[in-house]
């Protein structure tokens, strides 16, 4: 028999002893910010093979659960604290901390204790993907066999009640998986409301069995050469030999996704489109159709006849079914850009209104109203797009607002509960920055920062005001998202930024403290191999005119944490040879500018380029003789000169646009100058209304009264130009022989579109 000498049993527990006392903890950051968080000088709690989770009660159950698939481990669970483990993870329900609502917990880590407490499950859940975010990176991605968390202490409340995410569903399928993947990341945020954006025009995608139509017709889409789904409507039926695209979830997949949900603390809000944005239900059901005065149907321009009981009773049958799958408050009816014309045509509605003294408007809160009372008879409440305001909406119906920032108090005022997802802001479709390295996207411009420092409650809102904001919300709508890599790219890492929008109190915002944090957070994506947008990378290259010296200064940005190395003579950077950034610089001539960011060493994204063009009107007087529309004033006429381009974003802020008018606009130069160019810098999309100009014509003049025309040029593309949403840039240049000026006038014609508003967009306009 061998025996084991005590002191060299002593040895081995001294060393075990002191491994565990070298095992790291991570610093204590977690997004969104905790109310509360209080770090103790104390040993921290390592995770021993013998921890033990203790409980009281069944409903504690999903957060248990979420900490096991943390933990990659199956730590013991007890019923009985009495039991006294020497390691323990405590979940406890405190009624005494309602005050921090139900999703609020303390979280107490000691040495051999973490203690959870909550007023609800909810708050036990929320605990736990704080713990989440204390342990490393790498438990993302497989199980470690070392884990310890440090001694601290975090009081925590959500701002608002709702805080959500939607998904479009119908311009592009996504599959169930990747579904139930989104409903992680929410929950792993702390956001609870999934908005499940079902239906649209495009494609039905949830199985109604009343009516099998709508899926065996509206789930399949033709696919056309050189067309993208969602930009055609025609349907794929059954013997169609062309490929087809789409798809729908099953009753029975939606139950499993619901249930999925609850135990993650999510509730999804199901929308279910009307009265318009349902082109594909006139196809399975042209009967819905309005009808003129001769019994002919109008055309499918997705909206229900309003006069049609059928309608009626086709909604009904598919909400029953709905409310049978989704136990949600609330239901989603769409609501939003309804167009009336059909209504004005329809011998039935026109009818309608004439009976009941209605407007086009007052007809379409008769449709909502309807359902209003409809799903209030079933225990349910009524959501909708903020255009269901028009009209006389029903006093109990609930707004989703998505307008701009400067809207929100008058939607507030209507006098109706809100949920704000302000288009200008968090609407995760729009551009993450302004390179031209980033994929299609809808048009506006979302980046990190932005959002982050989004603030939802207007200053000048009273406390009954502020009391209508349910919340906030982030919509993700999916024309330039056609697959579950580009939906988690345009998610991320904005979905941090709603995060603390949405859960942390607007007085402890701070965008250094987020951008560090946002350093782990990556790491964590990166584990977890999350497809996040590097946008928040990319060297932004500012430029900003000086009038008086013409010299340009030059800032170099990145939203998150990176080192930015330059050059100026067109060769690629390199951390070896290029200049390192670290202050502003000035330029007296014109030269491209290319900037990299490096993290740890590693390039993060592609080279960003901008070309330094300074010609001979920067900083010159400029008159508008076209008013440019709406949102799309730039910095009025002096956008034309202050050597600032646009780039490939005509929703950027730095373009004019002008609406169905010619442009014109005059330059003075201040003084004579010898010329012999004009350039003017253009965008297309016409599938957004923005076209290249029919022609360009360039007049000088000495006293700026009497004009001598140079050059002209037309611009002979024909009457039918495609639409697509494929975005051009494009200098327009007029050579001419020298001659000495000091006034330039400069006149574009649009491009004349039958039966369509057409903008010109200019950003400047070079003189040379």
């Not at 006392?21 to 093979?49: G, H, R, W």
């Not at 409301?193 to 065996?216: A, C, N, Q």
């Not at 990378?537 to 330059?566: C, G, H, M, W």
């Not at 014509?697 to 009457?719: C, I, M, Q, Y």
């Amino acid at each position: 028999m061998i025996t084991t000498k005590p002191f060299f049993i002593l040895a081995i527990m001294l060393l075990l002893y002191g491994c565990q006392e070298e095992i790291k903890t991570q610093p204590v950051q977690v997004i969104p910010e905790p109310l509360s968080i209080q770090t103790e000088d104390q040993p921290a709690f390592v995770f021993m093979e013998k921890t033990t989770i203790v409980i009281n009660d069944s409903t504690m159950l999903p957060a248990v659960s979420l900490l096991q698939e943390i933990l990659h481990k199956e730590l013991a669970v007890a019923w009985d604290k009495n039991s006294q483990p020497k390691s323990a993870i405590v979940f406890e329900y405190d009624a005494g901390l309602d005050s921090l609502s139900q999703e609020g917990y303390q979280l107490q880590i000691a040495k051999n204790e973490i203690g959870i407490r909550s007023a609800g499950p909810q708050g036990l859940f929320y605990a736990v993907q704080t713990l989440r975010q204390l342990l490393p990176e790498e438990l993302e991605a497989e199980a470690l066999q070392q884990l310890a968390v440090p001694a601290a202490n975090i009081i925590d409340s959500p701002r608002f009640g709702w805080r959500g995410v939607h998904l479009d569903v119908s311009r592009h399928f996504m599959p169930l998986d990747f579904v139930k993947k989104y409903i992680d990341y929410l929950a792993m945020h702390k956001l609870n409301v999934f908005h499940w954006h079902l239906v649209d025009g495009i494609g039905w995608r949830i199985e109604i069995k009343s009516h099998p139509e709508l899926t065996d017709i509206g789930a399949w889409r033709v696919v056309k050469e050189g067309k993208k789904p969602w930009q055609d409507y025609e349907v794929w039926k059954a013997g169609d030999s062309r490929p087809k695209y789409g798809g729908y979830y099953t009753q029975q997949e939606i139950k499993e996704l619901v249930a999925y949900a609850k135990e993650r603390q999510i509730t999804v809000l199901p929308e279910i489109e009307l009265p318009g944005h349902s082109e594909v239900v006139m196809q399975c059901y042209p009967d819905l159709l309005c009808k003129d005065k001769h019994g002919k149907s109008l055309k499918n321009i997705g909206v229900y006849c309003a006069s049609n009981q059928d309608s009626y009773q086709l909604l009904e049958d598919v909400l029953d079914e709905v409310l049978e799958l989704f136990p949600s408050e609330y239901i989603h009816i769409g609501g939003d850009e309804v167009g009336k014309s059909n209504w004005k045509a329809c011998a039935q509605c026109q009818a309608t209104m004439k009976k009941n003294g209605y407007t086009p408007h007052e007809l379409q809160s008769h449709f909502v109203n309807h359902f209003d009372e409809y799903l209030k008879s079933k225990d349910r409440k009524l959501i909708g797009w903020h255009e269901i305001l028009e009209g006389e909406l029903s006093p109990s119906a609930t707004i989703m607002y998505w307008g701009g920032e400067a809207g929100v108090t008058a939607s507030l005022e209507k006098g109706h509960p809100t949920v704000l997802t302000t288009g200008s802001i968090l609407y995760f479709d729009h551009y993450q920055s302004l390179s031209k390295n980033e994929p299609k996207a809808f048009g506006g411009y979302a980046p990190l920062k932005k959002v982050y420092n989004y603030e939802p409650i207007p200053a000048e809102a009273d406390a009954e005001t502020r009391a209508r904001i349910l919340g906030v919300q982030a919509n993700l709508w999916t024309e330039y998202m056609p697959d579950e890599n580009q939906v988690e790219y345009m998610l991320f890492p904005r979905i941090a930024a709603l995060a603390e929008i949405a859960w942390q109190a607007p007085n402890k915002k701070d965008w250094t403290q987020f951008r560090n944090k946002m350093d782990r957070m990556i790491e964590r994506y990166n584990a977890m191999d999350v497809n996040y947008a590097p946008s928040a990378y990319r060297p932004e290259i500012k430029f900003q005119l000086d009038k008086e010296s013409k010299k340009l200064n030059v800032e170099l940005e990145t939203e998150l944490n990176a080192e930015i190395y330059y050059t100026l003579d067109g060769s690629e950077p390199d951390q070896q040879t290029a200049i390192h950034y670290t202050q502003p610089f000035t330029l007296e001539q014109s030269t491209p500018v290319k900037a990299i960011a490096l993290k740890d060493g590693n390039k993060m994204v592609s080279t960003e380029t901008k070309d330094a063009i300074l010609h001979k009107a920067c900083g010159a007087d400029v008159t508008l003789d076209s008013e440019p529309y709406g949102n799309y004033k730039a910095q009025g006429g002096y956008t034309l000169v202050d050597a600032d381009f646009g780039g490939d974003k005509w929703g950027n802020g730095k373009w004019l646009g002008i609406l169905s008018r010619d442009f014109s606009a005059t330059i003075n130069l201040k003084e004579a100058a010898t010329i012999s160019k004009v350039a003017m810098s253009c965008i297309e999309e016409t599938g957004a209304g923005i076209y290249f100009p029919a022609g360009m014509e360039v007049a000088v003049s000495t006293d700026g009264k009497n004009f001598k025309t140079l050059k002209s040029w037309e611009n002979k593309r024909g009457a039918s130009i495609p639409k697509t949403p494929d975005i051009q840039t494009e200098t327009f240049v007029l050579n001419f022989d020298p001659i000495e000026c000091q006034y330039i006038r400069v006149k574009a014609p649009y491009q004349r579109v039958k039966n369509q508003g057409v903008f010109i967009f200019i950003d400047e306009i070079i003189v040379e």
